[in-house]
């Protein structure tokens, strides 16, 4: 028996058994680069966030210290009626010359989960919105790659304005 399998094996490897198999896998060769390529950029992107919010922090924290010492050097009341007034406005606290970048504004949108046996047309019935909206915000190609444990983002539809709903009556 075993020397059968290890005929098949080889004959299948003279014939080319295993090029095939690779070929058969280079669609999800190339789908998995792609996945780890955009992983990559995520974690690049989160990686200059997390520096934003780092200097961000920075300058806030240079503010509040900046607005304390000023409020330190303040004389009490006590002192400020014994001294004599100053002649000349005081030196302004040195501000810190990093500019501080305008927030932009974001899509709103938010994430779905996908459960056991959700298809994306079942979600996006589920948030009123297009199915190619979804498809496009997510590129997803291939309806059928949609995997429990996904996560997806949904835009939120523009809000309606909201009209009074007559109701009907029946005779």
Request: overall charge positive.
């Amino acid at each position: 028996m075993s020397r059968f399998f290890l005929t098949l094996c080889t004959a299948g490897a003279l014939a080319g058994f295993s090029s095939a198999s690779r070929a058969a896998d280079s669609p999800l060769t190339q789908e998995v680069h792609e996945l780890r390529r955009d992983i990559q950029m995520q974690a690049k992107k989160i990686e200059m966030l997390t520096e934003h919010v780092a200097r961000l922090t920075k300058v806030l924290e240079e503010r509040k210290q900046a607005a304390a010492a000023t409020t330190a050097i303040a004389p009490a009341p006590e002192i400020a009626k014994a001294a004599p007034a100053p002649s000349a406005p005081p030196p302004a606290a040195p501000q810190p010359t990093a500019e501080i970048p305008k927030a932009e504004p974001v899509a709103s949108s938010t994430q779905h989960t996908v459960e056991k046996g959700e298809t994306l047309t079942s979600i996006a019935k589920h948030y009123n919105i297009p199915l190619s909206d979804l498809q496009r915000l997510n590129k997803i190609t291939n309806d059928r790659k949609l995997q429990i444990g996904q996560t997806l983002v949904v835009p939120t539809p523009p809000k309606a304005p909201e009209t009074p709903v007559e109701k009907k009556e029946t005779p």
